[in-house]
């Protein structure tokens, strides 16, 4: 979400393109990956943010 982070983004897929590489590289929005595992039934456990990166680590509590 931060602009270098998009920017490494796009350098990485800009260089996969003319190396005619298929894959692509993804940075998806903190936001939207907290609701949709939220919405799954996940909590989050821990995060931490880098320079770059967060890094999120999520669980789903096994209640018996």
Request: hydrophobic fraction near 40%; charge should be positive; aromatic fraction near 18%.
């Amino acid at each position: 979400e931060r602009w270098f982070g998009q920017l490494f983004v796009r350098s990485i897929n800009a260089t996969y393109w003319l190396r005619r590489r298929t894959y692509r590289f993804f940075a998806h929005s903190t936001a939207r990956v907290d609701e949709i595992a939220s919405a799954n039934g996940l909590r989050l456990r821990a995060e931490r943010q880098t320079w770059l990166w967060r890094v999120a680590v999520y669980d789903r509590s096994t209640r018996t």
